[in-house]
């Protein structure tokens, strides 16, 4: 048989600067199965292209022919999406070899990826410049007019999933009659609602018929809200998202062998007249249940999420044509809202979109010294994460100094328990953790730290004590070993005073806890030298975290800004604003947590240390509160499971603040945040602590969970208007996270 030549758009002519040469249609009307307009998409010019790559291969025992399609990027360096200008690739490959199979050429189709990528999603990028209607309803329509080509094709279609498949490349997958998956795999979702858009290219009608209500509101609302929480290729074959789960190695052979079988059985297009399954007697409702989760947790603040749910909901009343008519008319619309555009620019700034320039956490190209060995003074909880880390990401010897055999037995305990964890749940191997464990040694002498190109000081967060301990080092490690302290608030500088080397100290500033956190706040002092600077950067990035670099001024950004918004608060309950209203007060914003469970996971000692400390720095922004004092001093908790399942004050602590006797007005709890919020960021920006308002809010996003839908803090004061008001000017320009500009 012939084969089929290869596809690429790399030659594609570009966009014009003119509107969209084909408007979309009218609202209620859909294009033709299987056809889209030949006219060049919105954002063609700035797509990342797509090659497909077609080939027949003869199946075994007589089968005939599959017509294996793979999709990579032209890029290879890049994962592979869809933009307007792939889409228009593979709707032409998809034709082409759809004409073979109505002519009898080919047995069925199967479409794959490189290793590691299968399809990663919809081109962001393209989605970030689109403007009008008429041109995400145009992208909108051309995602449903290429994919469900597979889900019509004359003969059965498989998709052969390598590896990543998130949004609209899972939704690829899901217009195909069968999938399996290389084991392994743990990038399967629909992360959409998080971008503050629907799964729009057949998703939402596709995946409740295909694992049942319950399952698809699991996968398209439920783990996007849950920090984004993706499925693994095991996972996925337990709700039936895939058929099967086959071995990584030789995965091609594998996946052929399997196709070759269930086409063998017959009726391998028969899921396409599949309906939603019925709820089992007695079952809770999952929409309704979600609803509810939705409210407490958000309360209206990221729309798409609930818009997911009502096209997952409808989807079983709704044919195919209706079907994707509405999510053409939910998803063209959503992609000029706000929320999308904050947690576009979001996406692009933590990576997991395009990067606008100014976004980036580079500072030059000064080489880091080569780190072999690292030396940790304490074993405390945070030093026996960072062991635990650094030991395994960066595969080198570390020591931790105590100061007393019991300190010392206590520390390898920890370390022994976090590896003796991360094994158990499967986040590393057995033999690996027989070797992370030789290779961090706890003791109690100093000297053992002496050979270390880079010592971090974790011990108690008190001035005299770690400035104490950095003296005591640089009389003993070599002259070249970089001395780091993990400090959260403190002055670097005071820290680092009377040093004979001064210029080899930086802040290393890793969040607990720290596997999961994904941030590093690298600082800098007046006297850090850049490379020091260099080699904090590069061990923060081997260990796999994303780093955001400071000037050494109080609580950096991550705290500072933080403290800002839990000062303001507690200031109001100060008062007289009754603990429940200043707690309930920032609903609104949709934050992961409410300003009290907020004290309470990070401690209220540690958060009174803090306050105090950016009180006695940045004077009366930052006010003392009794009240805290009295409920540290007491030991009490603040901060209760609440009626939702969510964490919320407990309103038997209003005794340590007084009657209330002020306001109940929570929308000026709101405006007093929001206003203390816009001004420390201003003041932040100007003392040069980052050089944009980008990098708040990347360090916003990575160390304080700040959500997506609010792209960071800045994005909402842009578009509340407290920056204008406070500042007298945007933190952002019009459009880059928001709808500035936008015709609707």
């Known amino acids: ?20 040469a084909v408007p979309a249609p009218p609202a209620g009307t859909a294009p033709p199965a299987g056809t889209a307009p030949r006219a060049h998409l ?16 003869t199946l075994p025992d007589g089968g005939g022919v599959l017509a294996v399609l793979t999709l990579t990027a032209t890029d290879e360096r ?46 962001l990028s393209v989605a970030r410049e689109l403007r009008d209607l008429p041109g995400t309803r145009a992208l909108a329509e051309a995602g449903h007019a290429t994919l469900r080509l597979l889900g019509e094709m004359p003969v059965p279609t498989f998709a052969w999933i390598t590896g990543h498949a998130l949004g609209g490349g899972l939704e690829l997958a899901l217009h195909c009659d069968h999938r399996v998956v290389a084991a392994g795999v743990r990038s399967l979702g629909l992360p959409e609602a998080s971008l503050g858009i629907v799964p729009g290219w057949g998703g939402c009608w596709l995946l409740p018929r295909l694992v049942g209500l319950p399952a698809a509101v699991e996968l398209a609302v439920t783990r996007p809200l849950a920090s984004n929480r993706l499925t693994t290729a095991e996972q996925a074959a337990e709700i039936g998202l895939v058929d099967a789960v086959l071995p990584a190695e030789g995965l091609a052979d594998a996946a052929l062998t399997w196709t070759a079988r269930t086409l063998r059985a017959g009726a391998a297009t028969a899921r396409r007249t599949a309906l939603v399954p019925p709820l089992p007697d007695g079952e809770p409702d999952p929409v309704t249940r979600a609803a509810g989760v939705l409210d407490a947790r958000l309360h209206g603040a990221a729309p798409a999420y609930a818009h997911v749910l009502d096209l997952l909901a409808r989807a079983g009343t709704r044919e195919r044509e209706a079907g994707f008519r509405a999510e053409d008319d939910v998803l063209s619309t959503l992609l000029l809202s706000d929320q999308a555009r904050a947690a576009l620019y979001a996406a692009g700034l933590t990576g997991r979109g395009p990067r606008r320039a100014g976004a980036s956490d580079t500072a030059d190209d000064t080489d880091p010294r080569p780190v072999r060995s690292v030396g940790i003074v304490g074993a405390g909880l945070m030093a026996a994460q960072l062991a635990v880390l650094l030991g395994s990401r960066l595969g080198v010897p570390v020591h931790m100094r105590e100061v007393d055999d019991e300190r010392a037995a206590a520390g390898r305990d920890r370390v022994r328990g976090l590896v003796e964890q991360a094994a158990a749940r499967g986040r590393m191997a057995p033999d690996d953790a027989h070797r992370l464990l030789d290779r961090v040694q706890v003791g109690t002498d100093l000297a053992a730290l ?28 070599r002259a070249d070993c970089v001395l780091a302290t993990n400090t959260s608030a403190l002055s670097i500088t005071a820290m680092s005073d009377g040093l004979a080397h001064p210029e080899r100290v930086v802040g290393l500033h890793f969040f607990n806890p720290v596997a999961q956190m994904p941030l590093v706040e690298v600082v800098a002092t007046a006297s850090s030298d850049a490379v020091a600077l260099a080699t904090a950067v590069d061990v923060a990035r081997r260990a796999g975290k994303t780093v955001v670099r400071t000037t050494d001024r109080p609580g950096f950004v991550v705290n500072r800004v933080l403290l800002r918004m839990l000062a303001d608060v507690l200031g109001a309950v100060e008062d007289g604003t009754p603990v429940e209203v200043a707690d309930a007060a920032l609903r609104p914003l949709g934050l992961p947590m409410s300003p009290f469970a907020l004290l309470q996971l990070v401690g209220l000692p540690v958060a009174r240390h803090v306050l105090v400390t950016l009180h006695d720095e940045l004077g009366p922004r930052y006010p003392r509160s009794p009240g805290l004092d009295r409920l540290v001093a007491d030991g009490r908790t603040v901060a209760r499971t609440g009626s939702s399942g969510l964490g919320e004050v407990d309103p038997t602590i209003q ?8 306001s109940r007005d929570r929308a000026a709890v709101l405006d007093r945040v929001s206003r203390g919020l816009a001004e420390e960021i201003g ?17 916003m996003l ?30 952002l320009p019009p459009g880059v996270a928001d709808v500035g500009g936008v015709a609707a």
């Open 702 to 731: 990575l160390g304080a969970g700040w959500p997506a839908h609010l792209g960071g803090i800045c994005p909402y004061l842009d578009r509340s208007g407290w920056s204008e008001r406070v500042l007298g000017r945007r933190l």
């Open 655 to 662: 005794d340590a603040f007084g009657e209330p006797t002020g």
């Open 450 to 477: 002496a050979g270390a190109d880079l010592v971090i000081e974790a011990v108690t967060e008190v001035l005299d004590v770690k400035r104490a301990v950095l003296g005591e080092l640089e009389t003993l490690v």
């Open 1 to 20: 048989m012939p084969h089929a030549p290869e596809q690429s758009s790399s030659t594609a002519p570009q966009q014009p600067a003119a509107p969209p």
């Open 683 to 699: 003041l932040l920006l100007a003392e040069g602590v980052v050089p944009s308002a980008e990098q708040v809010d990347l360090a």
């Open 78 to 123: 890049r994962p592979t999406t869809l933009g307007p200008r792939g889409l228009a690739v593979l709707r032409d490959a998809l034709l082409a070899v759809r004409d073979r199979a109505a002519a009898g050429e080919v047995a069925a189709v199967a479409v794959t990826g490189r290793p590691g990528c299968f399809v990663a999603g919809a081109d």
């Open 42 to 57: 919105p954002g063609e010019a700035d797509d990342h292209v797509l090659r497909v790559r077609a080939e027949d291969v």
